[in-house]
C-alpha cells in the first residue's frame, strides 16, 4: 500500500508539462469531529493519489484545511469522492481565480493537531457560537458603515500586497499573535462597533468570530468563504471590487491579481511592487517583494552576501552550509534588517483609539 510520493517535484512538473492538461486550483476547510486521523489521512492520499491530485492537506480530530489542484478532467470523481465523506458532503470549494498547473508539485497529507495554528484552548468557549457569515453583496455594504471596524485576519506580508479599502491589517508574523492584539486595541469597541473580519478562505476567521464573542464582542461578522470566494461572487453578480491589489496564497503562485492596484513595494528600492520571491541563496531563502529591476540586479537575492554566496560552486556553497543550521530567515516572512522599504504597519490602530 502506497502512502508516500513516488516521483519528486522536479519529475512531477515534466509529466505534467507533457501531459499538457488543465489543473485546477482548489481550497477548502471543515471542521468536524475526526475521531482516527490516521486512517482518514491514509484513505484521502490512496483516493487522491489515484485521481493526480496534488496539495497540502492537514488533518486534526477538528477537521481538515486543505489546499490543491486536481485535474480538471477529474473534478467530477473529486467531487464525488468528496460527497462520500458525510461531513464534506456538499463542502464548499473556492475555486482559484488565476490556475497554474505547478501550483503543487507532490500530494502531502499530514496529521495535525489543529488544522490551523491559533494557539488557542478550545475548550476554554464555544467553537460553535460562531459570527454572521456574509456573502460578497452584504459585506460591501458592512464595509461601508462608519460603525463597522473591518479586520484583515491575515499575516502582514499577505496584507502588504493586497486588502479590502478601509481595512485594519495588523502588523503580524502569525495568526495567533493578532487575536490578542486585536482584542487588547478594540476592547474600548465591543458593543457599539460591528467586527467584520477577513482572510483568504474563511478558515481563520471561522474559530477568530468564536472568540471574539467569548471575549465579549457583541457584533462580529465574517466574510464567508474569504477573499477567494467574494472575488468569485462580485464577478457573478456584478458588484463593485472593494479589494485593491493581489490576494497572497501558500502555493507556487504566491498570489493572485484581484485588481490593477499596486499598493507594496520592493524592498530593496522602493518602488512599485507586489511580487514576492524567495531568495536564491538556499541558506537564506527569505520571502520579500522584489521588483523586476531589482531581481536583475540581484540575481534573485536578498543581499549583496547573498548574491556572493549564490555565485560560489554548488558544492562550496553546500560546505559553508554544513553544520551551521538553517538561517532563521528561512522562516522569516519580509523580516530582515537590510530591506530598507518594508512597510511598517504597526500603528494602524491608531485610527480607532478613542479621541
Known amino acids: 500500500m502506497q502512502l508516500y510520493n513516488n516521483l519528486s517535484a522536479k519529475e512531477r512538473a515534466e509529466l505534467i508539462e507533457q501531459a499538457g492538461k488543465e489543473r485546477l486550483t482548489i481550497s477548502f476547510y471543515k471542521y468536524a469531529k475526526i475521531n482516527n486521523t490516521e486512517i482518514f489521512r491514509n484513505h484521502l492520499f490512496l483516493a487522491w493519489d489515484q485521481l493526480e491530485v496534488l496539495g497540502r492537506i492537514y488533518v486534526a480530530n477538528e477537521g481538515i484545511n486543505a489546499q490543491l489542484s486536481v485535474p480538471a478532467e477529474n473534478f467530477e470523481p473529486f467531487k464525488n469522492h468528496l460527497d462520500t465523506i458525510s461531513f464534506l458532503e456538499n463542502v464548499r470549494l473556492n475555486i482559484a481565480v488565476e490556475h497554474d498547473n505547478f501550483a503543487f508539485l507532490k500530494l502531502k497529507v499530514k496529521v495535525r493537531n489543529k488544522i490551523v495554528a491559533d494557539g488557542l484552548n478550545d475548550a476554554s468557549f464555544d467553537v460553535t457560537n460562531k459570527g454572521v457569515h456574509v456573502n460578497a453583496q452584504k459585506f ?30 495588523p502588523d503580524v508574523d502569525t495568526f495567533r499573535e493578532s487575536l490578542d492584539l486585536i482584542e487588547e486595541d478594540l476592547r474600548e469597541h465591543k458593543e457599539d462597533k460591528k467586527l467584520v473580519m477577513y482572510c483568504t478562505g474563511g478558515i481563520r476567521c471561522e474559530k477568530a468570530s468564536a472568540y471574539y464573542k467569548h471575549k465579549g464582542f457583541k457584533n462580529v461578522f465574517q466574510l464567508e468563504g474569504g477573499i477567494i470566494n467574494y472575488v468569485r461572487q462580485i464577478e457573478a453578480e456584478g458588484l463593485e471590487n472593494k479589494f485593491l491589489g493581489k490576494n497572497f496564497v501558500f502555493d507556487e503562485r504566491r498570489s493572485e491579481r484581484i485588481s490593477d492596484d499596486v499598493i507594496a513595494n520592493c524592498h530593496q528600492c522602493g518602488n512599485p511592487a507586489d511580487l514576492h520571491t524567495n531568495c536564491a541563496n538556499e541558506a537564506c531563502h527569505l520571502l520579500f517583494i522584489q521588483c523586476e529591476d531589482c531581481k536583475e ?59
Not at 461601508?144 to 502588504?160: C, F, G, I, Q, W
Not at 562550496?316 to 530582515?336: M, V
Open 140 to 169: 460591501n455594504e458592512l464595509i461601508e458603515d462608519p460603525n463597522t471596524v473591518l479586520v484583515d485576519m491575515r499575516n502582514h506580508y499577505e496584507s502588504e500586497i493586497g486588502h479590502f479599502k478601509n481595512a485594519v491589517t
Open 297 to 355: 540586479k540581484m540575481e534573485n537575492c536578498c543581499s549583496t552576501n547573498c548574491m556572493e554566496i549564490n555565485q560560489l560552486p554548488f558544492e562550496e556553497q553546500k560546505t559553508l552550509r554544513k553544520g551551521q543550521g538553517n538561517s532563521n530567515d528561512i522562516f522569516k516572512k519580509g523580516r530582515a534588517d537590510h530591506l530598507p522599504f518594508k512597510k511598517d504597519l504597526r500603528n494602524i490602530f491608531e485610527t480607532m483609539k478613542p479621541k
